[in-house]
């Protein structure tokens, strides 16, 4: 059982990392924004989770959150600025720079955890927070700049929705956590996906697209990202925290880079070199160190994962 429930988390980081090239690739062939493909890929997704949801647990349980005023706030909350701001800065990222170096920038999340709950509870950061401190800053270094103090290897506005990819990923993951313990990921996540989708779709309304590009291959992209990169990881991830620990998941989630880096460097030719590489493993080593056993209480509470 409890390799079942590794080959789960596996399977569902290397579909998340997968979700990210094939974004790329959406970008390269088709005459599209971030805003528009965001939309779309949130609508989607968000529909088909609730759908399921209430084909499975029942329509009552599906809606139920939304019987409760203070949890409808935090549901907004959470999908305008939860949901949509690490959904819309990630492919913003991808887009002006590529889904290896998005994802991995992503991956610093954790960090910016870590740095809050040390402010918010007015601690200093132990050995092991300033070890993983450490290994992003040189893994940033090392990635924007390939070891030299006098070039950078990526435009400066794909570093910086990068790391604000990272800000809202962290926001992402501390804001949700009485809402999902109260009614379960599946519906908080789903409902979160719509509303951010529909808030979006202000600006970027699905339906405002130059159709004349509309093809096959495009549908499978769409598909693809919806379906693969979204919603068959998302539950892989969740059934899989049955058979293993959420430390151990959030360990075995840093393929999702990985996944990125490999395949974006082998089938999509981003160029990528050893300095760089070798700064890729510190940002992973990072997620690893900060998500290994604590004896602290305390620490094993806050451990952070961040997913998809």
């Given at each position: 059982?409890?390799?079942?429930?590794?080959?789960?988390?596996?399977?569902?980081?290397?579909?998340?990392?997968?979700?990210?090239?094939?974004?790329q690739?959406?970008f390269?062939?088709?005459?599209?924004?971030p805003?528009?493909?965001?939309?779309?890929?949130?609508?989607?997704?968000?529909?088909?989770?609730?759908?399921?949801?209430?084909?499975?647990?029942?329509v009552?349980?599906?809606f139920?959150?939304?019987?409760?005023?203070?949890?409808?706030?935090?549901?907004?909350?959470?999908?305008?600025?939860?949901?949509?701001g690490?959904?819309?800065?990630?492919?913003?990222?991808?887009?002006?720079?590529?889904?290896?170096?998005?994802?991995l920038?992503?991956?610093l999340?954790?960090?910016?955890?870590?740095?809050?709950?040390?402010?918010?509870?007015?601690?200093?950061?132990?050995?092991?927070?300033?070890?993983?401190?450490?290994?992003?800053l040189?893994?940033?270094?090392?990635?924007?700049?390939?070891?030299?103090?006098?070039?950078?290897?990526?435009?400066?506005?794909?570093?910086?929705?990068?790391?604000?990819?990272?800000?809202?990923?962290?926001?992402?993951?501390?804001?949700?956590?009485?809402?999902?313990?109260?009614?379960?990921?599946?519906?908080?996540?789903?409902?979160?996906?719509?509303?951010?989708?529909?808030?979006?779709?202000?600006?970027?309304?699905?339906?405002?697209?130059?159709?004349?590009?509309?093809?096959?291959?495009?549908?499978?992209?769409?598909?693809?990202?919806?379906?693969?990169?979204?919603?068959?990881p998302?539950?892989l991830?969740?059934?899989?925290?049955?058979?293993?620990?959420?430390a151990?998941?959030?360990?075995?989630?840093?393929?999702?880079?990985?996944?990125?880096?490999?395949?974006?460097?082998?089938f999509?030719?981003?160029p990528?070199?050893?300095?760089?590489?070798?700064?890729?493993?510190?940002?992973?080593?990072?997620?690893?160190?900060?998500?290994?056993?604590?004896?602290?209480?305390?620490?094993?509470?806050?451990?952070?994962?961040?997913?998809?």
């Amino acid at each position: 059982m409890k390799n079942k429930g590794v080959i789960m988390v596996l399977a569902a980081a290397v579909a998340w990392g997968l979700s990210g090239i094939g974004a790329q690739l959406f970008f390269s062939h088709f005459d599209s924004t971030p805003g528009w493909l965001v939309s779309v890929r949130m609508l989607c997704a968000g529909g088909l989770m609730i759908l399921l949801h209430s084909l499975l647990q029942g329509v009552k349980s599906t809606f139920s959150v939304w019987s409760h005023k203070k949890d409808r706030r935090s549901l907004l909350v959470f999908g305008l600025v939860g949901m949509l701001g690490v959904q819309y800065t990630f492919f913003e990222a991808i887009d002006k720079g590529n889904a290896a170096t998005a994802t991995l920038l992503q991956y610093l999340g954790p960090v910016f955890i870590i740095a809050y709950v040390s402010v918010h509870r007015r601690r200093m950061p132990g050995g092991r927070e300033l070890s993983a401190f450490a290994l992003a800053l040189i893994g940033i270094f090392l990635m924007t700049t390939g070891g030299s103090f006098g070039s950078l290897t990526m435009s400066v506005e794909a570093f910086v929705w990068g790391i604000v990819t990272a800000l809202a990923a962290a926001f992402y993951t501390l804001y949700p956590g009485r809402l999902i313990a109260a009614w379960g990921s599946v519906p908080v996540v789903g409902w979160s996906m719509i509303i951010g989708g529909t808030g979006l779709s202000i600006l970027h309304p699905p339906w405002v697209f130059d159709w004349s590009q509309a093809s096959l291959y495009m549908g499978g992209l769409l598909a693809f990202i919806v379906i693969i990169g979204t919603i068959i990881p998302f539950f892989l991830f969740l059934e899989s925290l049955r058979y293993v620990t959420a430390a151990k998941a959030s360990i075995l989630s840093s393929a999702e880079p990985l996944t990125s880096v490999l395949v974006g460097t082998l089938f999509l030719h981003i160029p990528m070199d050893a300095v760089q590489l070798l700064g890729s493993l510190c940002i992973i080593l990072t997620v690893i160190v900060l998500t290994l056993p604590s004896r602290r209480k305390e620490e094993a509470a806050e451990e952070p994962a961040v997913t998809g």
